[in-house]
């Protein structure tokens, strides 16, 4: 239980850091009360924490045998391939996910009322990065731990890994936002993920 707890928090925590999601709730955070952006953006992730951690255990109940093989294949790929993504970066700030992340709340803005409501702005808050976040790597990889581990574990630690991601976006994303170099932390998140996939590889034999 612990293990599967650990692997959520750390997955979700690398991954999320620097994301998309992650200049969403900052930029929000520099519009609207932070802690309306903080309840909006952290409802949304622990939904799409559910309903991840859901869809695993219906693959659940595949053969043990598929499902083993297919998380190690996964989380392997994703490792090789962020790995592989970083060797590509310039070794600089994170400018172009903040570019993306501005003008998807641009857009959002202008539907906004001059004077939003505290509702408007939390569901502006879930909407944006629901979306943003449905398909992501961190929710394949949250669905393939809670396929073959306890998924309550699992939802907890992804879940309070969002929460830390969105303190730290809400709080102080805005002076560490030109510190974050996407190539180091692409390579941190790809290392990430070949270390849990050769453990779920060893840990099965």
Known sequence: MLKAFTAGLLLIMLSELGDKTFFIAMILAMRHSRRLVYIGVVTAL???????????????????????????????????KLLYDASQMPNDSCEEEVKEASLVV??????????????????????????????????IATIALAASNNPYAVT??????????????????????????????????????????????????
């Open 46 to 80: 622990a939904a799409m924490t559910i309903i991840s951690v859901f869809v695993g255990q219906i693959i659940s109940l595949l053969p043990q045998s598929y499902i083993h093989y297919g998380e190690v294949l996964l989380f392997l790929g994703f490792g090789i």
């Open 106 to 139: 641009e857009q959002a803005e202008k539907e906004l009322p001059p004077k939003a409501t505290s509702l408007a702005i939390i569901l502006e808050a879930f909407g944006l990065t629901f979306i943003a976040e449905w398909g992501d790597r961190t929710q």
């Open 156 to 205: 907890l630690g992804a879940i309070l890994g969002h929460a830390i991601c969105a303190v730290i976006a809400v709080v102080g994303g805005r002076m560490i936002a030109g510190r974050i170099s996407e190539r180091v932390i692409t390579a941190i998140g790809g290392s990430l993920f070949l270390v849990f996939g050769a453990i779920a590889l060893l840990d099965k034999q």
